[in-house]
């Protein structure tokens, strides 16, 4: 067991059961308050962490680290150090915010400097995402999308089985989460309509979706063996991949999605670690036919987290409306990489790789608006008797995560997005 996950761990920060952030989790984000530039932070039940300050206080002179890495806007050049290094980090965190040790808490010129309460700061993105792709590994997720627009006798394509299918998404529109997401304009044709027009989609979507963040580069014509990509990840983070279906339905043939998705992605501040994550590892679906040996990969390699969606109307309640586990992928991420740079395509790191929308085989664990109303054709009922068939203006779409075991809940937080009208 990696020490920092050891649950019998306290800290002497007190922290609610129902905390997302643990003294066992310890995710990495990037923050910034009216007095303090951006730069690195750890979660910690109500607080943040500032670890540029720790620096400062030669906190972490025991650790092969240059501290001025804590004081960028970004994550990279810490995740560049290497997993050694982060891992060392992590577990000084832990130690320094153990029970047993006063170097903090004994300092009170300290404690006021480096903890914060999370409400008084503002978290920004966490990486400085170089590459993102957008995979589409839950086999439910495709079934109803190929049962919806194809055939339901032959709802996955031949392919489908064989390769973690994706696609090269936008980088540069990555947003944290609280960002607000503008109804995108694009190009739509209805089939009963005689010729495309150009305007606002009317079919605004969400997906459900888990990111993992590369945290080591490869050289151009290297390739990742799927048993190796767990040193090649730094951790993860809920990813909203927002979807404009209409405009969707009219481009992607044949070379798939394009201006449908790109208008906007959201993600979570916090990432947390592949390390944190460790207890909740789990064996995923049974591959049947096998993969082909360069995705081959024995053992538990799936991720238990529990997965929530809410629709909030402006001044209204959040509605539950999707409950989806990680743990359904069909192909898991050491895959995806495997398969990502098996054609040699060199991996950066802040590289993001989303999972593809995460749905359950019930109804209501399906991690898209299109798949919860059936294409539109069974509304959803909120809790102010208004109906939802896709996304309306001033909506709030809130997704949550996390994993519990022996008591102990590692969480991601929250990724939140407000939709503010076309332009
Ligand atoms: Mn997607």
Redesign the pocket.
């Given at each position: 067991m990696l020490r920092a996950n050891d649950p019998t761990l306290h800290s002497w920060i007190e922290i609610s059961p129902t905390s997302d952030f643990p003294i066992q989790n310890l995710p990495f984000g990037i923050f910034q308050t009216h007095t303090k530039t951006p730069r690195v932070g750890v979660a910690i039940g109500d607080y943040v962490l500032d670890l540029c300050v720790l620096g400062q206080y030669n906190m972490f002179e025991l650790i092969d680290i240059d501290p001025t890495v804590f004081n960028r806007p970004f994550l990279n050049d810490f995740i560049a150090q290497g997993k050694p290094i982060w891992r060392a980090v992590r577990n000084r965190v832990s130690d320094l915010l153990r029970n047993n040790n006063d170097e903090i808490c004994g300092n009170p010129e300290l404690m006021e400097k480096c903890l914060l309460k999370m409400s008084e700061v503002q978290m920004l993105m966490p990486v400085k995402v170089g590459n993102y792709t957008?995979f589409y590994s839950s086999i439910e997720h495709a079934t109803n999308v190929g049962t919806m627009f194809r055939d339901p006798k032959n709802a996955l394509l031949p392919n489908w089985k064989h390769i973690p299918i994706g696609y090269h998404g936008r980088a540069s529109s990555i947003v944290v989460s609280g960002t607000p997401v503008r109804r995108p304009n694009g190009q739509t044709k209805a089939p009963d309509e005689p010729a495309p027009a150009f305007g606002p989609t009317r079919l605004l979507d969400f997906?459900l979706?888990v990111a993992f963040i590369t945290g080591r580069e490869t050289n151009h014509g290297e390739s990742i063996l799927p048993e190796e990509a767990e040193d090649y990840i730094f951790g993860l983070v809920l990813f909203n991949?927002w979807?404009a279906r209409d405009i969707q339905t009219w481009e992607y043939v044949p070379l798939g999605p394009f201006l449908a998705?790109s208008f906007a992605s959201s993600v979570s501040p916090w990432v947390v670690t592949l390390d944190a994550l460790k207890p909740f590892r789990v064996k995923g679906p049974e591959q049947d036919p096998k993969p082909l040996p360069y995705l081959q990969l024995a053992g538990e390699h799936n991720y238990d987290i529990h997965l929530e969606v809410f629709i909030q109307p402006e001044d209204g309640a959040e509605n539950l409306v999707s409950r989806s586990n990680y743990k359904y992928m069909y192909w898991n991420m050491h895959q995806q990489l495997a398969h990502q740079s098996s054609n040699g395509c060199n991996i950066q790191i802040g590289d993001m790789y989303?999972s593809?929308?995460i749905s359950g085989s019930e109804k209501g664990s399906y991690g898209s608006m299109l798949e919860l109303t059936w294409r539109g054709t069974q509304a959803l009922v909120l809790s102010d008797g208004t109906e939802r068939k896709f996304l309306h203006d001033a909506d709030t779409v809130i997704m949550r995560g996390y994993g519990e075991r022996n008591g102990i809940r590692i969480g991601f937080g929250e990724v939140s997005g407000k939709v503010l009208p076309a332009l």
């Open positions: 957008d997906e979706e991949d979807s998705k989303a593809g929308t």
